[in-house]
């Protein structure tokens, strides 16, 4: 059973960089064929998948967000990142970390506010 535990942001200001981490337990981020995704969903609005990086460590970007978005891993920490720099107002959700691998796997998502 995957489990995925966001940490990190809060609120944050305009213009600033969001970073965010999603520590996974119960299999390794590097299994053949999952798929680890960030979403957030702001409020009032429905999900929006922001991005994902394979298991074999490529990244792929929403094409809205790919010029400010950044996911990367770290294999030793079994851990997924997520940076989005120039953050906007309209940046505030709730940012989801997400499993795909026969099944999806969700975390508890952590509240990022963008207010100066």
């Known amino acids: 059973q995957v489990q995925l535990q966001e940490s990190g942001a809060g609120l944050v200001k305009p213009s600033q960089t969001l970073a965010l981490t999603c520590t996974v337990s119960?299999?390794?981020?590097?299994?053949?064929?999952?798929?680890w995704s960030w979403v957030r969903q702001p409020p009032g609005k429905g999900l929006e998948w922001m991005g994902f990086i394979d298991y074999d460590g490529t990244p792929y970007y929403s094409p809205s967000l790919k010029s400010r978005t950044s996911i990367s891993r770290d294999n030793a920490k079994n851990t997924v990142y997520l940076q989005m720099n120039s953050l906007k107002p309209d940046d505030t959700a709730v940012y989801y970390c997400n499993a795909n691998y026969i099944r999806e796997y969700w975390g508890q998502g952590t509240q990022v506010t963008v207010s100066s």
């Open positions: 119960g299999d390794s981020i590097t299994t053949n064929h999952y798929y």
